[in-house]
Each structure stands twice: as structure tokens, then as C-alpha cells.
């Protein structure tokens, strides 16, 4: 008996309840993505924007989106055209645009109409079929291309689909970009536009692979020469899940095949096998367990998300999370490889970088939340360029490389550390906090009112920075702590004078504060976290 469903929400509920027994009904979201009209409110976050497929995520609203990107070129305005990096609507169409995908349901598909519509407009267009960001981040210079669209809701569940949007410097559309798109597709929503598809004319497939190759080479921060003599020569193992994402075969296109080099989870599969696609220490669960299992004397594992933009890593005795591994990152390229600028990295980040780059000489850059916010420090035309650029949530890019996260330098400047300092990454890690002192991060939160999303819940919380400033003394777990420092770039950031701190920062979307803390020791978490969950609940009245 054939099941019915009311929408694609309560049919992907269905699919996700029991991935194994339900894959068949992958037909159904594909009629309601064909079928379904309504419209939908278009907000490209901090990387770009996302929707389930089939119910804001539609055939009908990505024409409409891609519409909109034509529209804004088309209008010439000149502040919107000076962050595009173009002169206008021409230049557009004459450099043209590269367009792809993810490995998710319907890539391809979303894909070709993203192309006839840019086609329609005598716009130039490359194909890259199945691509990581980036690939697409480093095609947009080498081919001197006017932008990107890449189809990819990056680490979301299986049910959600993207369009991430980049201009002509590779790095992610600004919000004097986004804005503009999000303003006119929102008019035709408004308007219940209904787009017919147009069908491409012609497919030029581009190799981004090869393009990223190129890139990385030329740019010289990664010595792929030293990187591939490591792996063909020395003792080591290589473990690299690949999640199902596009990120398979981009590592064995660089390093070359090998036994050497493990790859896990490398076929087709538009669910995931039923997990989320991310670098979480449950992802890593396999690459551990291969790890320990070889008698390799180096020994390095990787697990990346779907589109190649976040990385986590480990060695077999230990996972190393992006808190851990920017800050390897940066004393790697700056100790061993001698690269200057400063540290560019997110205001929820692990201050071990902070204490590494003070002892060091090195400026530290903290900026909001969103990769987007580096890109004054990746620039190369900044006077202050970052040696490193990483945020919590697993991004992470350096000197000389992509606008974009890029898990696969990330992947690659590992294995250099490897090959470099002759150590495990644990072995390194170890050293560096002996010598740095030990950081312990986390995060967590809290759920409040609906009715508090957006202006109300920063308004409230507005107040704790008010409330804890410097030297301010207040009790944690039992000890009097001063208030050394308040960073106010994203939410309220509030250290301590033993260099611990907790950041407490409302979600823009959802109904919850969220938590960052960092203690000086691994029972001392807890304690920040209630110092946090107080601090919060003071300012609520809760």
C-alpha cells in the first residue's frame, strides 16, 4: 500500500524515523519538491541559505533565488556591485558563474535549473557537478569567474538542502550581498511567483578538483611535495571518513592511492545512513577504532562534513576538536614555517590561542560568529593577514588559501605537522599545552519563551555586560573570580582573571541562549556553566 502524506515534513519524518525500511519514499519528496508552490522566507545565515527539501526548498523557490541573483546584478548598484568585485551586470555575464553541488538528494537536479535560468540570460555558466566549498572558493579565482552558487546546506541533516552564494573573491557573500538577494526573492514570494523552468542549453563540466590542486600548489602555505614524500615513504596510517559527502576522492586525487590511506563511508547514500553528516567526536568513533588498531608509528584520522568546510581530527588516543587544532595551526605556520600576520578567530573560540600568540608576540583578532568575518584578515591585499583563521564549530582556513572554510587544507597542513615536528598530533598538543598552559572549552544552553526570539532575548541580555564589568568580583564554584576583560563583538563575553571565561550569546532563530565557557581545568566546567545558566536568568527575571 502506497502511503500518503500531507506535506514533505511529515514525510521526511517518516524517512528519518527508520532510514533503512523507508528509503522508497525519497519519490514522494521529489513530487512535493516538483509540486509545491508555496513560498517560503528566504534568510541566508551565516552560510548561506538552508531548507528542507520539499517544503521551503523547492524547485519553484530556487529558480526564484537564483532570479533574485540576476535581478541584483542587473540593477547595477553600485555599493552591491563593489562587494561583488565587478563592474556590473556584463562583466557578469561575460566571467561567468560556476554552479554545483553537494552529494545530497536532488543535487544534480536543483543544479541544471540553477543553469538554464543563468543561461537564459546570456549568462556564462561552468558545471561542477559534485564539489566541496572550498573547491568552489578556489575555481572562482583560478578561473577568474564573476561567482559561485553551490547547492549544499553544508553539515544539516539529510532532510535539508543549501545555496551557498560567493562572490568574485571566493570567500562567503556578505550581508551587503545576501541582503539584497534575500530582499528581492522575498518580493517574489510576497508575490506567489510561480517560474518555469528553462533548460540548459549547453553543460561545460569543470574539474574544481584539478583547480584546487593548482591553488593550493601555487600558493605555497601547504608544501605538497614534502606532504606526499611523508605518506609514500614513512610509517604511518591515514584514516579518513568521508561521511558520504563530496569530499571522497578529493584526498586520493592529492595524495595519491596508497595503502597507506583508509577511506570510510565513500558511497552513495542521500540519507546518511540515518546520522548527522558532521565532524562530532561520534563521527570519529571509526576512525579511532583503525587508529588504535595500527601499529603505524604515525597515525592521523580525519572525519569531514558533506561540502569539505569542517574538519575534525584525532590520532587514535585522542580527538582534536578545531579549539584545539586552529591553535596547533597557528603555532605551526608561525614557529615552524615562519608565516606572520595574526590570529583571526571567532569570539566563542578556546583562548589556548590567545595565551600561545600573547607569549608569541602575535595580535589576536576576535570577530563574531560566521567564517564571513575573516575575510578583512584572509585578504591578501590586507595589511593584517591572518596566519591562521578558525572558529569553534570545525572552520578553518590560513595564509594564503581560501576565503572559505577548508577542511581539506586542514586535512593536509595535519599531516605536514605530522611529517614536520615527527610527532602525533596528541603528542604535539601535549607539548604546547605544557608549555601554553591548559585550556578545557565547551558549550551548552538553555531553551526560553518563544515569544523572546530576536530583539527581546538581546535586549535582556544586554544588561550582564552592564552588570559584570572589569573588576567586577563574583563567586564561582566557591571562589572569587574578577572580571578581567568584557568582549561585546557577538553576545557578552566576560573572562576571568585565571583566563577562564563563558560567553553568553542569544540565538538569532531560535528560542534558547547558547553557552560558551572555558575552564582552566576539567572539573572546573561545570561551575562556569552554572555561573553562565545564573547570569542569564538574572537577566531574564527567570
Known amino acids: 500500500m502506497v502511503k500518503t502524506f500531507e506535506n514533505a515534513a511529515s514525510c521526511w519524518k517518516a524517512i528519518l524515523s527508520d532510514v533503512s525500511k523507508n528509503r522508497e519514499l525519497l519519490a514522494v519528496i521529489e513530487e512535493f519538491a516538483r509540486e509545491n508552490t508555496t513560498p517560503a522566507k528566504v534568510v541566508f545565515g551565516t552560510s ?28 547595477n548598484d553600485r555599493s552591491t556591485m563593489q562587494a561583488m568585485g565587478v563592474a556590473g551586470f556584463e562583466e557578469m555575464r561575460r566571467r561567468g558563474v560556476i554552479v554545483g553541488h553537494d552529494n545530497r538528494f536532488l543535487g544534480r537536479d536543483f543544479a541544471m535549473e540553477v543553469i538554464g535560468r543563468l543561461q537564459g540570460e546570456g549568462i556564462k555558466t561552468w558545471y561542477a557537478g559534485e564539489a ?38 571566493g570567500g562567503p557573500a556578505g550581508t551587503e550581498i545576501t541582503s539584497k538577494i534575500e530582499e528581492i526573492a522575498n518580493g517574489m514570494m510576497e508575490g506567489s511567483t510561480v517560474l518555469q523552468p528553462i533548460k540548459p542549453e549547453c553543460i561545460e563540466m569543470i574539474d574544481l578538483t584539478g583547480s584546487y590542486l593548482q591553488f593550493i600548489t601555487e600558493r605555497k602555505t601547504l608544501d605538497i611535495k614534502r606532504i606526499c614524500d611523508f605518506v609514500s615513504r614513512e610509517d604511518c596510517i591515514i ?68 561540502d569539505g568546510d569542517r574538519i575534525r581530527h584525532g590520532d587514535g588516543t585522542m580527538q582534536i576538536p578545531m579549539n584545539y587544532f586552529g591553535a596547533m595551526a597557528f603555532h605551526f605556520l608561525h614557529v615552524y614555517k615562519g608565516i606572520n600576520g595574526v590570529v583571526a578567530k571567532s569570539v566563542g573560540t578556546s583562548n589556548f590561542v590567545n595565551a600561545m600568540a600573547e607569549r608569541l608576540g602575535v595580535p589576536v583578532k576576535e570577530t563574531k560568529v560566521g567564517f564571513k568575518n575573516f575575510r578583512p584578515y584572509l585578504l591578501r591585499s590586507s595589511s593584517e593577514r591572518a596566519i591562521v583563521a578558525f572558529e569553534e564549530s570545525d572552520g578553518i582556513s590560513g595564509f594564503n588559501n581560501t576565503l572559505e572554510k577548508d577542511a581539506l587544507f586542514g586535512l593536509l597542513l595535519a599531516v605536514e605537522m605530522v611529517a614536520t615536528t615527527g610527532k602525533n598530533l596528541g603528542e604535539y598538543l601535549n607539548s604546547l599545552m605544557d608549555e601554553f598552559g591548559h585550556y578545557y572549552p565547551d558549550r551548552s544552553g538553555i531553551t526560553v519563551d518563544r515569544s523572546l526570539v530576536g530583539e527581546p532575548l538581546i535586549k535582556k541580555l544586554s544588561v550582564i555586560r552592564e552588570h559584570y564589568k572589569k573588576g567586577t568580583v563574583t563567586h564561582i564554584g566557591g571562589e572569587k573570580r574578577t572580571v578581567e576583560e568584557v568582549i561585546t563583538v557577538d553576545g557578552t563575553k566576560v573572562v576571568f582573571d585565571d ?29 562556569i556553566f552554572e555561573a553562565a545558566e545564573r547570569m542569564t536568568r538574572e537577566a531574564l527575571g527567570m
Open 132 to 169: 566541496t566549498t572550498p573547491e568552489f572558493s578556489a575555481g572562482i579565482e583560478m578561473l577568474h569567474a564573476a561567482c559561485s552558487i553551490n547547492l549544499t546546506p553544508s553539515h544539516n541533516p539529510a532532510n535539508y538542502a543549501g545555496f551557498k552564494f560567493n562572490p568574485s573573491d
Open 48 to 75: 548561506g541559505w538552508r531548507g528542507e527539501i520539499g517544503s521551503d526548498y523547492t524547485f519553484n523557490n530556487v529558480r526564484i533565488v537564483t532570479a533574485a541573483i540576476i535581478e541584483m546584478f542587473r540593477s
Open 239 to 306: 584514516c579518513i571518513d568521508n561521511v558520504h559527502g563530496a569530499t571522497r576522492g578529493r584526498i586520493e586525487r592529492i595524495l595519491g592511492a596508497g595503502d597507506r590511506i583508509i577511506y570510510l563511508r565513500t558511497n552513495d547514500d542521500y540519507l546518511f545512513d540515518g546520522i548527522a553528516p558532521e565532524p562530532s567526536g561520534k563521527n570519529m568513533e571509526g576512525v579511532g577504532r583503525i587508529l588504535k588498531e595500527s601499529s603505524a608509528k604515525f597515525k592521523l584520522g580525519a572525519v569531514m562534513d558533506p
Open 499 to 527: 583566563g577562564s571565561w563563558l560567553m553568553i550569546r542569544p540565538s538569532g532563530t531560535e528560542p534558547k541562549v547558547r553557552f560558551y565557557i572555558e575552564s582552566r581545568t576539567e572539573e572546573g566546567k561545570r561551575a
